[in-house]
């Protein structure tokens, strides 16, 4: 459950960048969800592969 955790707190920190950048047009905050995206992007794959590995080794 700690990755969960992991994933729910990297979208929560990118809350306020959204607002900034859909709300007021502000570029930087548009770069900085990129790299938070991105980041969730490799944390899913993480994932995917940790959950797959333990499916087969039952």
Known sequence: M????????LIM???GD???FYDK???A?????????QELKNLA???RME???MK???
């Open 2 to 9: 700690n990755r969960f955790a992991e994933v729910r707190d």
């Open 13 to 15: 920190s990118l809350e």
């Open 18 to 20: 959204f607002s900034k």
């Open 25 to 27: 047009s502000n570029k």
């Open 29 to 37: 905050a548009g770069t900085r969800v990129r790299k938070g995206m």
């Open 45 to 47: 794959q993480e994932i």
């Open 51 to 53: 959950v797959q590995n």
């Open 56 to 58: 087969n080794e039952d």
